[in-house]
């Protein structure tokens, strides 16, 4: 069953998780959730993003956040975020982008981009 559409009500607390990439242990050491952090702590600096309590753990964050009368700040905060932990751990193993690793992982992805939408409630069949 699809998720409910998501409605943006400025002027809220806003529990925001965030998993890692396939699922991976992307953060499970200290040196990568410390730049996790340091990006977190940008985002506040910059944006004046108001954090009330934040973990993170080997695969995946929490981010309980205040949303101040709808300036963006929580959207443009998590794409710091997010964007700069990933490009710097990119670059730090050498890794680049999401690669197709198998023929199973090609099959799994062609499925999920063909019932993403019928998932989502959009369509009732692929072909559509």
């Known amino acids: 069953m699809a998720r409910a559409k998501r409605h943006y009500i400025p002027g809220q607390i806003w529990h925001l998780t965030h998993l890692c990439h396939k699922r991976e ?7 990568e959730r410390r730049k ?5 702590f940008e985002a506040k600096r910059r944006y004046r993003l108001i954090i009330l309590n934040y973990t993170v753990t080997s695969n995946h964050t929490h981010l309980l956040v205040l949303d101040e009368k709808g300036r963006d700040v929580i959207l443009e905060s998590i794409k710091l975020l997010a964007g700069r932990t990933g490009q710097e751990y990119n670059l730090r193993k050498k890794r680049q982008g999401a690669f197709i690793e198998s023929e199973q992982h090609l099959l799994r992805c062609l499925a999920y981009i063909d019932l993403n939408m019928v998932r989502n409630g959009v369509v009732t069949h692929p072909l559509e």
């Open 25 to 31: 242990f992307l953060l499970k050491f200290v040196k």
């Open 36 to 40: 996790w952090l340091q990006w977190l």
